[in-house]
């Protein structure tokens, strides 16, 4: 636009000189010694000195000679004054207007082609180029990822649909920007979640190995078991490894869940072989309360992994002294609930406790990926379930909900 501006500013100077020169050429023209009426005058002065008397009857600009009187200044028209034999004579003439006309016409012609010039240019900058300075920062901005900002539709004739398109097309990036945000996060998101789901195997093994290095169990069967055990947890292990090769070379969240049917004591006894032995080697009170057995709609392995998740939080923020695993009553679906005691969970932070990469203001040094509530969250969701928290002094309670057959 600044270019165009001096290409305006430029060609109003030449309009500005060439209106000059067109008018001193003209005055050029009509200096005294080239006007009509001089030459007459002269030949009748010449004609005066010589004869004493003329004919101005075939004059075509001399309309009277008057001699010097009393009245020889009072006169309308044009005139000059000219000494012929020691008198004074005045010469009144009338001149030609077509060099006036000419110069007028000139003038008039060249106003019009620098009004039709200017609202010519001064279209062309407040038609097509003003509209398309709005675009001069978008390529820009868009490279540099700023999205965000709209651009301004317009009904002009030449750059409406353009920019219409340009904003369409930003949009679409912006968009693809999300997903590919969304995708990103959903594959970190399992990774993390194998990474997480990994621990619980390793940290049995892990256990396993000290006490057969302590000789806590010196029967051959029990030792046997416990290789059995160890054997298992590393397919485990290398079952979430495989999982984490496939998750690298897909983008997705394998989230999934086999829908079906088991029954509750199918899940609590699992739990309760895990983390039986487990708790008791760490010195923790383990208590399972009765519940009535039942039909449930949901995937038994999933629904181990929410009840594990609950436990291993349990664990980690519970101040060691016992962990209840308890069924509050409910006539349309299955509770399960997790409590232990040293919570130290600010209340405020309950509405974030299932968020994913969340963890609370009480994780102090304790590691984690603030994952773990958040698959239990995502898989009882995907069973038709569903799971909260409550908070009672320093008792918190996790509740997981399913729903019967």
Not at 37 to 51: A, H
Not at 248 to 273: A, H, P, T
Not at 316 to 326: C, H, N, P, R, V
Request: hydrophobic letters at 40%; proline letters at 1%.
């Amino acid at each position: 636009m600044k270019a165009f501006n001096k290409i305006l500013l430029l060609v109003i100077a030449v309009f500005m000189i060439l209106f000059v020169f067109v008018n001193m050429v003209f005055t050029f023209d009509q200096n005294d010694q080239g006007r009509p009426y001089r030459v007459e005058i002269q030949r009748l002065v010449r004609e005066m000195e010589t004869n004493g008397a003329v004919d101005i009857s075939d004059c075509v600009y001399v309309t009277n000679i008057e001699r010097y009187n009393e009245h020889f200044y009072s006169t309308d028209s044009d005139y000059v004054i000219y000494e012929i034999n020691k008198e004074l004579y005045r010469f009144d003439y009338k001149t030609d207007n077509n060099s006036n006309n000419q110069t007028g016409m000139v003038n008039a012609i060249l106003s019009m082609m620098a009004i039709l010039f200017f609202s010519v240019m001064f279209y062309i900058k407040y038609a097509i180029l003003k509209p398309f300075e709005r675009l001069i920062d978008v390529p820009y901005e868009l490279s540099k990822g700023n999205l965000i900002a709209p651009i301004e539709e317009t009904k002009n004739r030449y750059f409406g649909k353009f920019l219409w398109g340009i904003d369409v097309l930003r949009e679409n990036m912006e968009l693809q920007r999300q997903r590919e945000l969304e995708l990103q996060k959903e594959k970190k998101t399992l990774l993390l979640s194998l990474s997480h789901d990994i621990k619980m195997p390793l940290s049995a093994i892990k256990l396993y190995a000290q006490a057969l290095s302590k000789n806590l169990y010196t029967d051959v069967n029990k030792q046997h078991e416990i290789t059995e055990n160890i054997n298992e947890k590393t397919n485990e292990i290398e079952e979430y490894v495989s999982q984490i090769i496939t998750a690298s070379r897909e983008d997705f969240l394998s989230l999934e869940v086999q829908m079906g049917e088991f029954y509750l004591s199918d899940l609590i006894e699992n739990i309760k072989e895990y983390y039986t032995e487990k708790l008791a080697l760490i010195k923790i009170n383990f208590i399972v309360k009765e519940y009535k057995n039942c039909l449930l709609l949901g995937d038994l392995n999933r629904s181990i992994e929410v009840l594990q998740n609950m436990m291993e939080n349990a664990l980690k923020y519970g101040d060691g002294q016992y962990i209840e695993l308890f069924f509050p009553e409910d006539d349309e679906c299955v509770q399960i609930a997790i409590k232990n005691s040293g919570c130290t969970l600010n209340k405020d932070d309950l509405s974030h406790i299932f968020d994913s990469f969340w963890r609370g203001t009480n994780v102090k040094n304790i590691r984690g990926s603030g994952l773990g509530l958040y698959i239990c969250k995502q898989l009882t969701h995907k069973m038709n379930g569903d799971i909260y928290v409550q908070i009672d002094e320093d008792i918190i309670t996790v509740v997981a909900v399913f729903t019967r057959v």
